[in-house]
């Protein structure tokens, strides 16, 4: 590598040189021809420095690529994060499987006499009395079915108020449509009509998640993968100081 940037070094003296002789000497023209076959071999040499200064160039690149590699793949900090992250997927797989045994990620129609084991059976239940006839019922069961599967961890249920009196009368309903919101099988929170809703049959579902949301009914969960995805690049910001340093 060294060798070559010395013969690039003193090609480029030559060339000094070459300008000279032609541009101040009267022998000039008559040196000329005994210098050109010099000048020649100058430029095949110099075209071949080149080359192998270009070759040199990637597979000191190559190199490099592959000893970052390495080192990522045998950074500790590395593997904890990803170790951590496996675990982390299978407890919430887990989870899942058990929330799916007990109707989460759905939004499923119950009878009375069901009613109280799915209240009960889990954290956080959305229920939406109704009655078939009801066009703001409808309306309700078209927000709630989508939000049934984004939020997995809440249950949506609907039942249908005239099949169920007598929870309807031991949870004082009297306005459908009329969403229970249960916390560990006690009722904390309703939704009356459309009344919270901007009181129009248009209300988005962004009001109603919203409204779930300030209940504690539904939890917006964060995104662990920025900060797993942040520890390579900043493994990597290392590795690269170091090399640059060196």
Not at 35 to 52: D, G, S
Not at 83 to 110: D, F, N, T
Not at 207 to 228: F, T
């Amino acid at each position: 590598m060294r060798h070559c940037t010395q013969l690039l070094g003193a090609f480029e003296k030559w060339e000094e040189i070459k300008r000279w002789i032609l541009l101040n000497s009267s022998l000039g023209w008559a040196i000329w021809p005994w210098a050109k076959p010099f000048t020649q071999r100058r430029v095949i040499i110099r075209r071949q420095a080149a080359e192998l200064l270009a070759e040199h160039s990637k597979a000191s690149s190559r190199v490099h690529d592959d000893l970052d590699l390495d080192e990522l793949m045998d950074d500790p900090e590395l593997e904890r994060l990803h170790a951590e992250r496996i675990a982390a997927l299978k407890k919430e797989a887990e989870k899942r499987q058990v929330l799916a045994r007990k109707g989460h990620g759905e939004y499923r129609e119950i009878t009375e006499a069901d009613f109280l084991g799915e209240v009960t059976g889990t954290e956080r239940v959305v229920c939406h009395f109704f009655h078939k006839e009801f066009v703001r019922c409808k309306i309700m069961d078209k927000h709630l079915r989508p939000l049934a599967v984004t939020y997995f961890d809440t249950k949506f249920l609907k039942v249908d108020a005239e099949n169920c009196p007598f929870f309807v009368t031991k949870l004082g309903i009297k306005v459908l449509p009329c969403v229970i919101l249960f916390k560990n099988g006690v009722a904390c929170d309703r939704i009356v009509g459309f009344e919270e809703l901007g009181g129009k049959d248009d209300f988005t579902r962004a009001a109603l998640e919203s409204r779930l949301l300030r209940a504690g009914l539904i939890i917006k969960k964060e995104k662990p993968e920025a900060e797993v995805d942040e520890a390579p690049r900043r493994v990597r910001s290392t590795v690269y100081s170091d090399s640059d340093s060196d």
